[in-house]
């Protein structure tokens, strides 16, 4: 549903998506950010799919978000999206996460391009609409994608390879898998005594299907850290994630 230049999508928070302390995993927030974003380009013929026999792709190459508090399971969210004005290659999108009481419990901002099948990201003009209407609304209160250098490379880097569950309909590895990745590394006792607060993502590179990987991170304070996945071939760095947990 269109409403206000923004797309309005419900949700129920099924069981799959929360963890041990019956909350929502940010794995599975960014799923659904993802998903609404999906769902408001396919309401203007532009989804992923219709994109992809023109072998066209839909890329992620920048998320931000800002949690309150994360939904527990069974509650009824409703995700506000919308564009923002683009330039050239690049069209931003930001998010609202609404509760039952209408509080906005999480905020997010991101970066989105259109690449072909050689990777090199073509001209947002030529999908402009008339019905296709940006709005300027900012739904961040912090400032988003903060600067900061990767994580060193480990001295012992442990390899892993890309599985056929990380690829997804553009034949590499999707942006949530990388933050799975991530929060895998961490730990589980982690997340048991930690609330993830904010996680910025860059997205630098791509992984396809058998390719290896590994990971470095370092601690930047008590609350923050910053995490790298590289490819094992060449060690380019493929993502940076910064989190931080209160």
């Given at each position: 549903m269109i409403e206000e230049g923004r797309f309005l999508m419900p949700i129920q928070v099924p069981?799959?998506?929360?963890?041990?302390?019956?909350?929502?995993?940010?794995?599975?927030?960014f799923c659904i950010l993802q998903e609404s974003a999906a769902a408001h380009c396919d309401h203007f013929h532009l989804s992923g799919i219709e994109l992809k026999p023109y072998n066209l792709f839909w890329v992620l190459t920048r998320m931000h978000v800002q949690i309150e508090r994360m939904p527990t399971w069974h509650e009824k969210l409703t995700i506000h999206t919308w564009e923002k004005p683009h330039s050239f290659i690049s069209q931003p999108r930001d998010f609202l996460v609404f509760d039952e009481k209408g509080e906005i419990i999480i905020r997010g901002t991101s970066i989105w391009a259109i690449i072909d099948k050689e990777s090199k990201p073509v001209k947002l003009d030529d999908f402009d609409r008339p019905d296709r209407l940006p709005l300027k609304d900012d739904a961040m209160t912090v400032k988003a994608f903060p600067r900061l250098a990767g994580a060193p490379l480990p001295e012992n880097?442990?390899?892993?390879?890309?599985?056929?569950?990380?690829?997804?309909?553009?034949?590499?590895?999707?942006n949530t898998k990388y933050l799975q990745w991530v929060m895998d590394d961490m730990g589980h006792d982690f997340f048991l005594h930690h609330d993830v607060k904010e996680v910025s993502v860059h997205f630098i590179s791509q992984l396809f299907p058998e390719n290896q990987y590994f990971m470095g991170h370092q601690q930047l304070d008590e609350t923050g850290s910053v995490h790298s996945v590289h490819a094992a071939d060449d060690q380019r760095e493929v993502c940076r994630i910064w989190m931080k947990a209160e």
């Open positions: 069981i799959h998506m929360v963890d041990s302390r019956v909350e929502m995993t940010p794995v599975s927030l880097p442990v390899l892993h390879k890309v599985q056929h569950s990380d690829i997804d309909l553009n034949e590499h590895v999707n």
